[in-house]
T-cell receptor, first 117, second 118 residues
Framework: DADVTQTPRNRITKTGKRIMLECSQTKGHDRMYWYRQDPGLGLQLIYYSFDVKDINKGEISDGYSVSRQAQAKFSLSLESAIPNQTALYFC????????????????FGDGTRLSIL | AQTVTQSQPEMSVQEAETVTLSCTYDTSESDYYLFWYKQPPSRQMILVIR??????QNATENRFSVNFQKAAKSFSLKISDSQLGDAAMYFCAYRSTVTQGGSEKLVFGKGTKLTVNP
């Protein structure tokens, strides 16, 4: 079973619709992230969360919102989808590391391909 | 702000040969982490290797190794004995050690597409 599960895997929707992408993890990590991948641009951070009560904006948070319903679940919402939000979305998790060092890598889900018409 | 540059949009290698993918980065920080991620056509993001900047020894993971040149801010990935399954997009990524504000994020390069020819 996958440690980081994203649903749906693919989604096609229309402009103006509200969309929710879900992420759940079985790794027990406290840190969770949402990234967006556009062709030729690598991945960009949308939001991240250190725990249920600690949510932070990333570099491209406009037009998005998140909810950390539990340690294992982190959802990304597009309140009113627009075509330039068409992209591949990744959820990731990370454990904080030990001894003051955050050297643990991020572990990614398989992504949600979102197309907005 | 930190930036990561992968100057080779595409590379190709013959099966069983060795290939090196380039990555340079720009930062004013003295301590940080560097990663290589692999993204095959299945679109998963898979960690290949990581390097802590405070370690002088280059990281190795089986057929994968890095050449970390801190002064030159260079972090290249060498793949030895290339296999067909190595064909993928490879992303270089940087992360600060200070987990405050935006420094928690991974900063990615734009990727290098590696083709492995039989």
């Amino acid at each position: 079973d996958a440690d980081v599960t994203q649903t749906p895997r693919n989604r096609i929707t229309k402009t103006g619709k509200r969309i929710m992408l879900e992420c759940s993890q079985t790794k027990g990590h406290d840190r969770m992230y949402w990234y967006r991948q556009d062709p030729g641009l690598g991945l960009q951070l949308i939001y991240y969360s250190f725990d249920v009560k600690d949510i932070n904006k990333g570099e491209i948070s406009d037009g998005y919102s998140v909810s950390r319903q539990a340690q294992a679940k982190f959802s990304l919402s597009l309140e009113s989808a627009i075509p330039n939000q068409t992209a591949l979305y990744f959820c990731a998790t990370r454990e904080p590391g030990t001894g003051g060092y955050s050297n643990q890598p991020q572990h990614f889900g398989d992504g949600t391909r979102l197309s907005i018409l | 702000a930190q930036t990561v540059t992968q100057s080779q949009p595409e590379m190709s290698v013959q099966e069983a040969e060795t290939v090196t993918l380039s990555c340079t980065y720009d930062t004013s920080e003295s301590d940080y982490y560097l990663f290589w991620y692999k993204q095959p056509p299945s679109r998963q993001m898979i960690l290949v290797i990581r390097q802590e900047a405070y370690k002088q020894q280059n990281a190795t993971e089986n057929r994968f190794s890095v050449n970390f040149q801190k002064a030159a801010k260079s972090f290249s990935l060498k793949i030895s004995d290339s296999q067909l399954g190595d064909a993928a997009m490879y992303f270089c990524a940087y992360r600060s050690t200070v987990t405050q504000g935006g420094s928690e994020k991974l900063v990615f390069g734009k990727g290098t597409k590696l083709t492995v020819n039989p």
